[in-house]
C-alpha cells in the first residue's frame, strides 16, 4: 500500500488486478508461458495511479497476479472442475463468473486458454483465499471505514484496465474510458458525473456501465446510502501500453498525469458532494 503522511482526502484508490508477481510453484504448475498468463493483468494500472497519494489518498495494489487469486470476486467463488477432492459446502460454485472460468481462482486466462496442467489440491486453492485474499480486502475494509471515519464519508475509486477487443465495434471510437457505478446503485450519481466531466474536458471518450458496470469490489463496498461510495474506472489499454507485449507506449505518462489532474479538480467537488467540506476534512484528520 501506498499512503500519503495525512490522509487529507476522503477517497481510498485501489488496483487489484496490477499485480505482476508470479510464485514459481504457479509458474510451474501453468501450461502456459508467462506472457500468457500476464494478459489477465491490468498491466500498469498501478503505475497510471502512482501519484495518488499526492492527492492526499492512500492506494492499494495486489501485487500478486490476477491469475493466481482474484480479490473481484466472492471469496469462494470456486469451479469443482479445478480441484481434485469435494469443495466445502459454502463455496459459490453455480456463479456466471465460475461458469466463464474466471472464479476467485481463475480456471482460465482472459483470452480463454485453460491454465492449469493438472487439478489443484481443496487445501491449497482455500490456503490462497486464507492467505491473500482475505488480508486483502481486511486492508481495503480498513482503508474504507479509516476514511468514513476521518470525513464522515468514502469514495473508492477501483482502478482497471481493459483489452481494446473487448468493446463492440461502435464503442471503439468513444470508450477510452469507461466508468462502472453499477447503474448508480454503487456510487451517487453527482460523483460519476464529476470524474466523466473531467474526463471528457481531457479529450477522452467516456461511457458508463457498458461493458463493464463494476465487480464484486465495486457492489460490495459501494453504499451511497451510507456514505460509502465505489467507481469502477476501466481504462482501454491501447491508450497506453502494446497488448501484444504489454510494454508501457509512448503516451503512458501522459495519460498518467491526465488521470491525476483529473482527479485533482474534482476532488473538492466529490468531498463537498458527500458532505466532508474541507473545514470538516481537516478538522477530522487531525
Do not use: W
Amino acid at each position: 500500500m501506498d499512503a500519503p503522511g495525512r490522509q487529507s482526502a476522503p477517497v481510498v484508490f485501489n488496483a487489484p488486478h496490477a499485480g505482476s508477481v508470479y510464485p514459481p510453484a504457479f509458474l510451474a504448475a501453468a501450461r502456459l508461458s508467462g506472457l500468457a498468463l500476464r494478459r489477465s493483468e491490468d498491466a500498469h494500472v498501478d503505475g497510471l495511479f502512482a501519484e495518488a497519494p499526492l492527492l492526499g489518498a492512500p492506494l492499494l495494489r495486489a501485487r500478486f497476479p490476477r491469475a493466481y487469486l482474484d480479490v473481484n470476486r466472492e471469496p469462494y467463488e470456486l469451479d469443482p472442475r479445478m480441484f481434485e477432492g469435494r469443495l466445502p459446502g459454502y463455496a459459490n460454485t453455480r456463479s456466471m463468473r465460475v461458469a466463464g472460468g474466471l472464479g476467485t481462482i481463475p480456471r482460465l486466462v482472459a483470452d480463454g486458454h485453460e491454465i492449469y496442467a493438472r487439478k489443484l489440491g481443496v487445501e491449497e486453492g482455500l490456503a490462497r483465499v486464507e492467505a491473500l485474499y482475505k488480508p486483502y480486502h481486511r486492508t481495503l475494509r480498513r482503508l474504507v471505514e479509516r476514511t468514513v471515519s476521518l470525513f464522515g464519508a468514502a469514495v473508492l475509486i477501483d482502478c482497471h484496465s481493459m483489452p481494446s477487443s473487448s468493446l463492440a465495434r461502435e464503442e471503439m471510437g468513444v470508450a477510452d474510458i469507461v466508468l462502472g457505478d453499477r447503474y448508480g446503485t454503487s456510487c451517487a450519481g453527482p460523483i460519476t458525473d464529476l470524474v466523466e466531466e473531467a474526463l471528457r474536458r481531457r479529450g477522452y471518450g467516456v461511457a458508463r456501465n457498458k461493458p463493464y458496470a463494476g465487480g464484486f469490489i465495486t457492489e460490495h463496498y459501494g453504499e451511497p446510502a451510507a456514505r460509502r461510495h465505489a467507481l469502477q474506472i476501466e481504462i482501454n489499454r491501447a491508450l497506453y501500453m502494446d497488448e501484444r507485449t504489454l510494454a508501457r507506449g509512448p503516451a503512458f505518462a501522459t495519460i498518467a498525469r491526465d488521470l491525476i489532474d483529473a482527479m485533482a479538480e474534482v476532488l473538492p467537488a466529490i468531498a463537498a458532494c458527500i458532505g466532508a467540506g474541507p473545514a470538516e476534512a481537516g478538522l477530522a484528520a487531525e
